[in-house]
């Protein structure tokens, strides 16, 4: 089945700072979503983007879905940006999830 | 509603017992989907229907796992025995379309001493 990689795993960063998460992923996908799980476990819906880029704030994504692959652009990270980072992919009408990035804000 | 609807949002089952989750979707969305969340980071998808039609049950453990989405009423996943395994939290997500955006509940966080 269709695998999907995150990385990096952590990153420790100063509010303030802006960073690049990556999802790569192995085969053609319908959709892909990222979400963000904050503190409290609960999962928020970032954007869904199956091609192209989009913005929203301060957070912005691009997936180019020739060469598989997408990326979450945080920009003047604050502390509320704490919190684990999902990329998923619907492969055969079911989301596929990667394992996380989990983002540290420090103030 | 405007927003998936999961409840309880904590049950705590002995090893054996029965346990029943329900979710209520965004209104207008034709399409269920049930995800475990196990060790915080891992997703695995269970089942998903379209409207009171079951659409994928390829990640059901059907042995034990049990879901039903009838009209007029919440959706719900039943696990008949539970085990120690079955820890986890489960989310109840809707879409409009098929391939199309999904939107999640809260969860259910699911205990078994």
């Known amino acids: 089945g269709i695998q999907v990689e995150q990385s990096p795993p952590d990153l420790i960063l100063q509010e303030g700072a802006n960073s690049t998460l990556r999802c790569n992923f192995s085969?053609?996908?319908?959709?892909l979503q990222w979400f963000h799980q904050n503190p409290w476990g609960q999962l928020i819906n970032l954007f869904y983007i199956p091609s192209g880029t989009k913005q929203n704030g301060r957070l912005s994504a691009t997936t180019v879905a020739t060469e598989r692959y997408s990326l979450l652009y945080i920009s003047s990270s604050q502390t509320t940006d704490s919190g684990v980072y999902f990329c998923a992919v619907d492969s055969n009408y079911q989301l596929i999830w990667g394992a996380g990035t989990k983002l540290i804000i420090k103030p | 509603g405007e927003e998936v609807a999961q409840t309880p949002k904590h049950l705590v089952r002995g090893e054996g017992q029965k346990a029943k989750l329900y979710c209520a979707p965004i209104k207008g969305h034709s399409y269920v989907f049930w995800y475990q969340q196990v060790l915080k980071n891992e997703f695995k998808f269970l089942i998903s229907?379209?409207?009171?039609?079951?659409?994928?049950e390829t990640g059901m453990p059907k042995e034990r796992f049990s879901a039903k989405c009838l009209p007029n009423s919440p959706c719900s996943l039943e696990i008949q025995a539970t085990k120690l395994e079955d820890s986890a939290v489960y989310f109840c997500?809707?879409?409009?379309?098929?391939?199309?955006?999904?939107?999640f509940g809260p969860g259910t966080r699911l205990t078994v001493t």
């Open positions: 997500a809707s879409s409009q379309l098929r391939v199309y955006e999904q939107y």
């Open positions: 229907f379209q409207n009171e039609n079951v659409f994928d």
């Open positions: 085969d053609s996908v319908n959709n």
